[in-house]
């Protein structure tokens, strides 16, 4: 199956004369999630885990079968070391709240990068400040990369947890973050890894990573918004609080005292999203029927070419690594000397859809020396023409500032 073929697959690039670059942000979606979310509203819909009726029952099916799905995708080696969230966002939040604030002491380091979501930066500090410990970055060099230096000297004695991207959604820098681990392992640290922009990309293991906690992000690959996931080390969650409380994370509640559920359901309180698993589990088994091998061989084609013409424009800075195997499908840039609101806009006429702004890595970009860039960010359902269309438009938008530009 070629790519025009696959582009088939998704009404909404069919339907719309569009340049959609903006998969970092969230994926376009096939039929086959769609209709997965519509067989569930037709055939299953009742409340999971709430009636001992034959339909409520179904819907329970379906939804843990999901789970196991998602298990044996990331090669989990418990189903209950899956918890359902909203996204990666409430994920990551759940393992700040329920583990940091529990095992953090007075003078405890928690090691992030510079590179960080919000996501994954914001929760530590307030953590961090609450428990009186210290929140400390590992600095990017200048290949937009982390140093083994920059890793072995921040993370230390003292530190008690790790937070890295896997992939930086600024960047697109794929962090050896296998390596972080072992290391951190070896000073005594747990790790969290944000899988939000490698799982649409790439294969996830946690087994071989060694992870602690790993998180993503369904809508990001494919499934649809909404739905989260938090792996967590079994053992780890054992011993964590509860994060939300209410429906169906409880065992007995008397008036003045309460008892939790088992894994998974003591971190799944209330009702869930269960469309949104349905449609995670529909878009984990079509990656599966295109295989990880096809979609990096798509990718790295596209991006590669789109790394090529874009280099080739004089009027605009590249925030990438220099080395194409350690970067993934995320291409920050600007035009020097026009905002990149502006360069979005022209782009966004001539049907060429690209994110603008901080990218939730404010950070960063103060690291950068700069306060926002565009950015492409690709999936296995773009072409060539896209990037050709690209490259015309920022042609077309330099073309329009350029007698505006100071130099």
Known sequence: MNIEELKKDFPLLENNEITYLDSGATAQKPNQIIKAIEEFYEK???NPHR???????EATEVYEETRTKISKFI???????IIFSKNATESLNLIAYSYGMENLK????VVISIMEHHSNLVPWQKVTKSTESNLKYMYINDDFELSDEEIESKITDRTKIVGITHVSNVTGTINNVKKIVKYAH?????VIIDASQSIPHMKIDVQDLDADFLVFSGHKMLAPLGIGVLYGKRELLNKMSPFLMGGDMIEYVYEQETTFAPLPNKFEAGTQNVEGVIGLGAAIDYIESLGYDKIQEIEKYIVSYARQELSKLDFITLYLT???????????FNINGVHPHDVASILDSEGVCVRSGNHCAQPLMRFLGIDSTCRASFYFYNTKEDVDKLVVALNKAYNMFKKYIVR
């Open 44 to 46: 299953y819909n009742a």
């Open 322 to 332: 220099s080395n194409e195997e350690k970067h993934s499908g995320v291409i920050s």
């Open 186 to 190: 070896k000073k005594g640290a747990i």
């Open 106 to 109: 007075k003078d405890d380091e």
């Open 51 to 57: 009636g001992a009726y034959s339909l409520s029952m």
């Open 75 to 81: 090669n989990a080696k418990n189903r209950e070391e």
